[in-house]
């Protein structure tokens, strides 16, 4: 069976369609982006790596409409940095406040050194709470080099509530949890911790 060939974002039917790599160019990568683009109420984005420039491009636009993005965690090689409203960006992290620090926390990349420490998801959502919902995952990153170079796979699955659903309760399970992490860690001065170590309260 031949791979998918490259199908303008408008074109892509209802129902699942697979996009698999290696691929003969980057093109679906940018119709991807055009996808996001083309939302009319929201849209909710997991990259556990770099942001590809077509989506930052898409991001940098300014939408009637909130959009989410979720990193593993903030870097050098993940640093996407957005001054619009519309775009709210979180990534994964430790607390670091003493609020929380009752017992220690390790992550995915520390136990098998996977590169990365939080999340490994790559899911879009597109105007998911609507009756015309598009989920777009796989195990391929978003990149040109998952695209073009490693064996991927990537679905395309629009019209489908209630995958979408399902998809969308993970994905702000996710976000609200590594959100709250962030806000703690940037205003850890206005918490001190309740208990020492041996369960006693402190903070009377």
């Not at 683009?37 to 898409?58: G, K, L, S, T, W």
Request: with cysteine; glycine share 4%; hydrophobic share 35%.
């Amino acid at each position: 069976a031949e791979i998918q060939k490259d199908v303008p974002h408008e074109k892509i039917k209802n129902g699942m369609t697979v996009f698999f790599s290696p691929r003969q160019s980057v093109d679906m990568l940018q119709q991807y982006a055009g996808l996001i683009e083309a939302a009319n109420e929201m849209v909710c984005c997991i990259y556990p790596f770099n942001i590809d420039q077509r989506f930052q491009a898409v991001f940098q636009e300014d939408k009637p409409y909130i959009r989410y993005i979720l990193l593993d965690q903030r870097s050098k090689s993940n640093a996407f940095v957005t001054n619009d409203k519309d775009v709210e960006v979180t990534a994964g992290s430790y607390i670091k406040s003493p609020v929380d620090q009752w017992v220690s926390e390790t992550s995915a990349g520390r136990i098998i050194h996977s590169g990365v420490d939080f999340l490994h998801n790559k899911i879009i959502l597109i105007d998911t709470l609507t009756d015309k919902p598009i989920v777009i995952t796989g195990s391929a990153n978003y990149s040109e080099n998952s695209t073009i170079s490693n064996d991927e796979n990537t679905l395309v699955i629009k019209g489908d509530t209630r995958v979408a659903d399902i998809y969308f309760t993970e994905f702000v399970r996710l976000f609200d949890h590594f959100s709250f992490r962030e806000w703690i860690n940037n205003n850890k001065t206005d918490f001190k911790p309740f208990l020492d170590e041996t369960g006693n309260c402190i903070n009377k």
